[in-house]
Antibody, heavy 121, light 106 residues
């Protein structure tokens, strides 16, 4: 059974970098049949897909246009985890952030427990 | 980007009712639609993928249908644990997008 465990701070100051980590159990970040993604949820923006990383002979990344210039998603094969780094945050980035496995043809399962991140000074 | 419009945005129903939620895509997405259930304070959970395939462990009272631009999630007999918010998601192309949600209330 695949499980995802998120960690990271719940409060980030404006203009700083938001960093979250997702530890994977029951699967491998290097799996050639899955991808690993971050999704956020806020009342104003709903559920918003941010980007993904996946391995198919080499590593690939896709990012949503809305965050592409500020977002990096990185795998860590030694720890079997992946991370989100979103820089230059503003109050608009306040949301619950989820790490999720992408299975099959791009459906999301399972989800991490979620981390409420507030951007405030 | 592919836009997904869910209707209604909320509905009131009773135990045992048959409930249907629709999801309309801004362009044809074949059968690349997935449905999720989210309860308050929890992460969404996959119910149905590829328009009509039930995820393992999901009760058979849930069903999905549709193709092209119009999709439906149906709960055949609403149970107390089904009161939640439901989302559709398109997996046809990036950016992967979600509908706005339908809250099912008593």
């Amino acid at each position: 059974q695949v499980q995802l465990q998120q960690s990271g701070p719940g409060l980030v100051k404006p203009s700083q970098t938001l960093s979250l980590t997702c530890a994977i159990s029951g699967d491998s970040v290097s799996s050639t049949s899955a991808a690993w993604t971050w999704i956020r949820q806020s009342p104003s923006r709903g559920l918003e897909w941010l980007g993904r990383t996946y391995y198919r002979s080499r590593w690939y990344n896709d990012y949503a246009v809305s965050v592409k210039s500020r977002l990096t998603i990185t795998p860590d094969t030694s720890k079997n985890q992946f991370s989100l780094h979103l820089n230059s945050v503003t109050a608009e980035d306040t949301a619950v952030y989820y790490c999720v496995r992408v299975s099959g043809y791009n459906w999301f399962d399972p989800w991490g427990q979620g981390t409420l991140v507030t951007v405030s000074s | 980007d592919i836009q997904l419009t869910q209707s209604p945005s909320s509905l009131s129903a009773s135990i045992g009712d048959r409930v249907s939620i629709t999801c309309r895509a801004s362009q044809s997405i074949s059968a690349y639609v997935n449905w999720y259930q989210q309860k308050a304070g929890k992460a969404p959970q996959l119910l149905i993928y590829a328009a009509y395939t039930l995820q393992s462990g999901v009760p058979s009272r849930f069903s999905g249908s549709g193709a092209g631009t119009d999709f439906t999630l149906t709960i055949s007999s609403l149970q107390p644990e089904d009161f939640a918010t439901y989302y559709c998601q398109q997996s046809h192309s990036t950016p992967l997008t979600f509908g706005g949600g339908t809250k099912v209330e008593i």
